[in-house]
C-alpha cells in the first residue's frame, strides 16, 4: 500500500517554464490537497479537491491550476514559472466518516525556478 | 478566515524533558489534527483531536474546543522528537488551515 505518491521528487525550472506535479492515493479518499511550504511560514493551502471532477481555491491559489480528473489524481499546474514559486509542495489526501476527516501526506515535491 | 497561531515558535530542550506545546484558533472547527514533520521533510500523523484528550504513548494532547486551543504535550523527550510540530484545522468549508508550527531541537 503505496499511500500518498508525489512525482518528481525535485525539479528545476527556469522563469517562464511550465510544469506539472502528479499526486496519486491509492486509499479511496474523497478529498485531496495542494500545499507549499516556505521557510517560517508552515503548509499553505494552494488548491483542493472534494471529489472527482471538483476543485476549489484554497488560500494561495494565484499562478498555479489544478484537475481532478479520476479520484485517485489529482494534478497541480504551473503555466509559467515564477522565482516566488520555489518551494515545496506537498499533496495530501483525506477520507471523511462522521465528520471525522484524517489527512495523509506526500513526501514532498522540492522544485526551485531560477 | 480562520486564524492558527502556535506557540512556542522555538523550543530547545535536554532530553529527558517534558514539553507543551499550544495551538490556538480564531474560530469554531470541525477538525483539529497534529502533525511532527522530522528532519526529512516527511509529515506523520499524531492526532486527530477536535475535542477531548488522547494519548499515545509519550505523547498526548487535549482540545478544548468551546476555549478555542489545543495542547500537545511530550514528555521524556528523546532526540528523534526533534522537528516541527503542526497544528492544522478545517473550516467549515473544508479548507485546512496550518499554523507556523513550532520548532522543537532536543539536545542529547
Known amino acids: 500500500n503505496a499511500g500518498v505518491t508525489q512525482t518528481p521528487k525535485f525539479r528545476v525550472l527556469k522563469t517562464g517554464q511550465s510544469m506539472t506535479l502528479l499526486c496519486a492515493q491509492d486509499m479511496n479518499h474523497e478529498y485531496m490537497y495542494w500545499y507549499r511550504q516556505d521557510p517560517g511560514m508552515g503548509l499553505r493551502l494552494i488548491h483542493y479537491s472534494v471529489g472527482e471532477g471538483t476543485t476549489a481555491k484554497g488560500e494561495v491559489p494565484d499562478g498555479y491550476n489544478v484537475s481532478r480528473l479520476k479520484k485517485q489524481n489529482f494534478l497541480l499546474g504551473l503555466e509559467s514559472a515564477a522565482p516566488s514559486q520555489t518551494s515545496v509542495y506537498f499533496c495530501?489526501?483525506?477520507?471523511?466518516?462522521?465528520?471525522?476527516?484524517?489527512?495523509?501526506f506526500g513526501a514532498g515535491t522540492r522544485l526551485s525556478v531560477l | 478566515g480562520i486564524q492558527v497561531e502556535q506557540s512556542p515558535p522555538d523550543l530547545i530542550l535536554q532530553e529527558g524533558a517534558n514539553s507543551t506545546l499550544r495551538c490556538n484558533f480564531s474560530d469554531s472547527v470541525n477538525n483539529l489534527q497534529w502533525f511532527h514533520q522530522n528532519p526529512w521533510g516527511q509529515l506523520i500523523n499524531l492526532f486527530y483531536i477536535p475535542s477531548g484528550t488522547k494519548q499515545n504513548g509519550r505523547l498526548s494532547a487535549t482540545t478544548v474546543a468551546t476555549e478555542r486551543y489545543s495542547l500537545l504535550y511530550i514528555s521524556s523527550s528523546q532526540t528523534t522528537d526533534s522537528g516541527v510540530y503542526f497544528c492544522a484545522v478545517r473550516s467549515r468549508d473544508d479548507k485546512i488551515i496550518f499554523g507556523k508550527g513550532t520548532r522543537l531541537h532536543i539536545l542529547p
Open positions: 495530501a489526501s483525506s477520507y471523511q466518516v462522521l465528520g471525522k476527516n484524517i489527512q495523509y
